[in-house]
């Protein structure tokens, strides 16, 4: 015989502590994984009507936390995309700088969109038979 449980909302968890301190492990690791999905699914939603804010290499390099010759040893061998600004001058769109830091996200092994999905689903599989 099934019964009818709701799980609390997000909103009802954020805006009552209490309630969160007393989920137990397994409804905490669930609305865990309902956050960490969420998010990952807003990252992958472009920002629209934003133009693209343009770095030069010491903005870059301060924004990766790198030294401004690692960024122009990486644009110069492609890892960084960049646009010419004159004869010398180049700067780097801030849409390169995500697209790196996502490029290293995946390669140290952060989980992707569709592996948040499947635990989640798995979650739910075996919580709700």
Known sequence: MKTDHTEPSLDDLAADVARAADLGPAERARVQL??????????????????????DPAGAAERLHMSRST???????????????????????ESAIQEFIER?????????????????????????P
């Open 34 to 55: 309902r956050c960490a999905a969420i998010l990952a699914a807003l990252a992958q939603i472009p920002v629209a009507d934003q133009p693209d804010s343009l770095l």
């Open 71 to 93: 960024i122009y040893e990486m644009m110069k061998d492609g890892r960084l995309r960049y646009i010419e600004k004159g004869e010398r001058g180049k700067l780097i769109p």
């Open 104 to 128: 290293q996200a995946r390669r140290a092994g952060r989980p992707t969109l569709e592996a948040i999905r499947a635990r989640v689903k798995a979650t739910d599989d075996r919580n709700h």
